[in-house]
């Protein structure tokens, strides 16, 4: 069994590389039409460049797992805003997949926890299907539309989980098929349990990506790791790639939620040892906030186990 480890956004060890650079409608709304525009397309190639310059960084450190920015273009969904994000920079876009493609990165996008399909409001709706459609606009630019996956939670409760997912089962249908086909549901740590998630994925056919950081923090003892993780896989199955799962640890007991600027290998060994006896290829996406930091030190743990060999720079055999 072989885990590749990959990271969210942003290269820490690289200086001034965030691909996240933003401004807010407050602003944009101070300046001048030109100005307006002129920052708009200077922030976006900014993060754009940025994201080819983490790219090779990735591929010099043979990180095969990358997770870009939702934020790539500012205020691109904003209904007062509404700019063409795309073709002034379509050479930038196509690099990005060029890269990708060419080193086999496995790359993905995960909107805010305001993209969600649980709400009675319509209005929260067609924001949801907006803000979807302007990340698969990004990857059609790139070229990745068949491959990279967009990750969102199934929503909130609302006071009444049966009757949210009985809205979702139905918001759900507006959003356009080859959008849902690139879509994935993540388990989370207040609401929606592991196999709550995954039987809203089994319905939809939609691959599920397993927190497991959010499995600690909200399960239920009818959800033993050994029950859920063949389920989970199975969601995977005729898919172009092996099950990912996200990947931390708590920050304290006291914030058990938090994330820990490094990932605890010890935390992970449950789930480790189960994933032996499956013995699947699996990712692990790295969600602590040092980010690659924190990816490349969490191989060289894992490597440390019994059993395990580190075969590249962020992947480990076991």
Known sequence: MNIRFGYV????????????????YA???????????????????????????ILHYNIAHQIKLYRFSSSLAPL???????????????????EIGRL???YGIRSSFHPNQFTLFTSDK???????????????NMLTAMGLEDEAYINIHVGGAYGNKELALERFHDNIKQLPEPIKAQMTLENDD?????????EVCERHQVPMMFDIHHYMANHTEEEPLEEILPRFMDT???????????TSSPKSEKAYRSHADYVDVEFLMPLIKQLKAIGRDVDFMIEAKQKD????????DVSRIRGAKRIGEATVEI
């Open 9 to 24: 956004s942003t290269a820490l060890n690289l200086y001034e590389a965030s691909p996240a650079k933003t401004m807010t």
């Open 27 to 53: 602003r944009w709304s101070k300046l001048e039409k030109k100005e307006r525009s002129a920052l708009l397309h200077a922030i976006t190639r900014e993060n754009l460049e940025r994201t080819i310059r």
């Open 76 to 94: 691109a969904t904003h209904e007062e805003v509404e700019w063409d994000y795309i073709s002034p920079f379509t050479d930038l876009y196509e």
């Open 100 to 102: 990708v493609r060419e």
């Open 122 to 136: 319509p209005h929260i709706t067609r924001n949801a299907v907006k803000d979807m459609q302007y990340h698969y």
């Open 190 to 198: 207040k609401t929606y349990t592991t196999s709550e998630t995954l």
């Open 236 to 246: 995977w199955r005729n898919r172009k790639h092996v099950p990912k799962i996200h």
């Open 293 to 300: 930091k924190a990816a490349l030190q969490l191989a060289e």
